[in-house]
């Protein structure tokens, strides 16, 4: 069965560094997403993604972050300066958005942990 | 906007007994409905969804759930809980047109009792 996969699993840096977070979505998918976990609270949204565009971002999503789908299988989260509080599981998820789907599909995240 | 509240940060049950979780959602317009499990240090796997079509649910692994607008909620049942459920249950709701982002709830751990 087709699924998300994410790389790394597990990435540490220093607090000011910048950070790629990998997402190979799913291949038919349109629709791709990140969200992120901090430990012990809820998923967030971060942004949407479509046709080569953000089609939606929060409030989170402001001018250190990045997205970007270089060739046609990866997304790419990019965090420019980290700062501590960045520190979360983040998410990438894809969906078709064809009809009477909409399901998202979440890979097994990657923990970023910054020090 | 849409929210999703989920009552119950912790839920415990015995092995064989009914599991219960329970979801309220606010939305403007009528939502989709998702409930997602996310076993520890992995990511999260649709259960089931609700797109307006029946409003009892049936998901994998011997989930359902049923969408009562009137109550403006989205439970999840189980009849008879097993180890395995032992998890951490995120329900989330999204608009449904236009607007894909998916909303969470602050999930509830439900810890089987041997």
């Known amino acids: 069965e087709p699924e998300v996969t994410q790389t790394p699993s597990h990435q540490v840096t220093q607090m000011g560094q910048e950070v790629i977070l990998r997402c190979v979505p799913i291949?038919?998918?349109?629709?791709f997403y990140w969200y992120r976990q901090i430990l012990g609270q809820k998923v967030e949204f971060l942004v949407s993604?479509?046709?080569?565009?953000?089609?939606?971002k929060s409030e989170i999503f402001d001018d250190q972050f990045s997205v970007e789908r270089p060739d046609g299988s990866n997304f790419t989260l990019k965090i420019r300066s980290t700062k501590l509080e960045d520190s979360a599981m983040y998410f990438c998820a894809s969906s078709t958005r064809a009809t009477g789907a909409y399901e998202q599909y979440f890979g097994p995240g990657t923990r970023l942990t910054v020090t | 906007a849409q929210s999703v509240t989920q009552l119950g940060s912790h839920v415990s049950v015995s092995e064989g007994a009914l599991v219960l979780l329970r979801c309220n959602y606010s939305?403007?317009?009528?939502?989709?409905l998702f409930w997602y499990v996310q076993y520890p240090n992995q990511g999260l796997q649709l259960l089931l969804k609700?797109?307006?079509?029946?409003?009892l649910v049936k998901g994998i692994n011997g989930f359902e759930a049923e969408f009562k607008k009137s109550e403006t909620s989205f439970h999840l049942t189980k009849p008879s809980a097993h180890m395995s459920d032992a998890a951490e249950y995120f329900c989330a709701v999204t608009l449904n047109f236009g607007n894909e982002k998916l909303t969470f709830g602050t999930g509830t751990r439900l810890t089987i009792i041997p």
């Open positions: 609700y797109t307006s079509a029946a409003t």
């Open positions: 291949s038919n998918h349109l629709y």
């Open positions: 939305s403007s317009v009528p939502p989709y």
């Open positions: 993604f479509y046709n080569n565009e953000i089609s939606e």
